[in-house]
């Protein structure tokens, strides 16, 4: 059998694409081609849990209830012993792996390299799939999801010198030092780069995009999904300072008097702006050297341009992180009124239920 693996990056329409995976696993089948289910559906997260390193017990792990040395060592155990079981059981040319924590939270070589050992023994051959993300979308994106999930920390865009201090910017968004990590543990020649940018997304689709790279047939038309948009300024500031009052989580256990709120801001493009485009612009330079090597090297384009321009112009020039009075203003009316009106809906199907019981 061969493998294909799917390590993101993160915020590059993994959502979809597992989507597609899991949802055909039967079709797939049928054309051999299987979509792991050892590794939990439908996201694969436990292949990033089972290799991380020893000493940390990040979400990723407390998913699946991992939580010290000794839950670590039984979980590694039974997780090796289900993968060998579904592994020796397939009946499949082709197994596709896809989770995009690898690419974010296996940072060592040693980590990689435990995830190549319980993959090798049952393929010929192993084929790592990395898309990358222009840096400046990357980040905001990043930014956007978390402060969607309850944070509240502000917006900081790096300047050069915090880059260069801080291992955290380089490991995320230094796609030479990712490419020579993954490349070092299954070699160079087995690692196939694709850009996330519709523009040069076949069919302008991840799914498809994924299917033509990789050479696996189309068993069902791809449903273009969007999930999780990203959620920018002035509407993003006010859920960040709404935030600290109105956490995600009580007692553990999701807010229910968060409600919809993000589906609802994300709803009105009025208060979508993308913030300071010369410090994004900025950020997104600090890359281009390393950019320039991942064209050339893994990209075949001998110009050395990774990413095209797409959208960047559209950034405003001047544009504050901070939330002006009357935009703070006209967003509370807009969430109050989305949610008046879901009131008088409600009363208004109770008034006829009250009617056909009298």
């Known amino acids: ?52 390193r020893d000493d940390v017990f990040p979400d990723i792990r407390r998913r699946h209830r991992i939580h010290s040395p000794e839950t670590l060592e039984s979980f590694r155990q039974l997780f090796e012993q289900d993968f060998a ?10 197994v596709v792996f896809s989770n995009e ?22 393929f010929e051959h192993i084929t790592v799939v990395i898309y990358l993300r222009r840096q400046d979308k990357f980040f905001l994106s990043s930014y956007s999801t978390s402060i969607k999930s309850g944070h509240s ?27 020579q990590r993954w490349g070092t543990v299954f070699g160079e020649n087995n690692l196939l780069v694709r850009i996330y940018q519709r523009s040069q997304l076949y069919q302008g689709d991840i799914v498809s995009d994924f299917l033509q790279g990789t050479s696996l047939p189309e068993v069902a038309k791809p449903k273009r ?17 709404m935030n600290a009052y109105l956490p995600a989580f009580i007692d553990g256990a999701p807010n229910p008097l968060r409600a919809d709120i993000v589906s609802l801001l994300e709803r009105n493009p009025d208060f979508n ?82 009617r056909r019981r009298s």
Not at 88 to 94: C, D
Not at 103 to 117: K, M, N, W
Request: proline share 5%; net charge neutral.
């Open 85 to 94: 079981q579904e592994m020796a059981s397939l009946k499949a040319k082709t």
């Open 153 to 179: 920390q502000p917006l900081t865009i790096p300047d050069t010198e915090t880059i260069k201090a801080t291992p955290h910017w380089i490991q995320r968004y230094d796609y030479r030092e990712l490419c």
């Open 273 to 354: 702006r993308t913030p300071l485009r010369a410090d994004m612009r900025r950020f997104l330079d600090f890359f281009n050297e390393s950019n320039a090597y991942v064209a050339k090297h893994y990209c075949n384009q001998s110009d050395g341009l990774l990413f095209d321009e797409e959208g960047f112009e559209d950034l405003p020039t001047k544009e504050s992180a901070d939330l002006d009075v009357e935009t703070a203003a006209a967003i509370s009316a807009f969430l109050w009124k989305e949610k008046q009106q879901e009131i008088e809906k409600i009363k208004k199907v109770r008034m006829k239920i009250q």
């Open 1 to 52: 059998m061969n493998a294909i693996l799917h390590i993101g990056l993160e915020k590059t329409g993994t959502t979809a694409l597992q989507c597609y995976f899991d949802q055909n696993r039967a079709l797939l089948l049928q054309h051999g081609i299987a979509y792991a289910t050892s590794p939990a559906l439908p996201d694969h997260t436990k292949l990033a849990a089972y290799a991380l």
């Open 101 to 122: 924590h690898c690419s974010s939270r296996l940072i060592s070589v040693q980590e990689i390299q435990r995830l190549y050992d319980l993959l090798k023994p049952y």
């Open 225 to 241: 999904l969007r999930i999780n948009p990203s959620m920018q300024f002035p509407a993003l500031e006010f859920l960040r300072r």
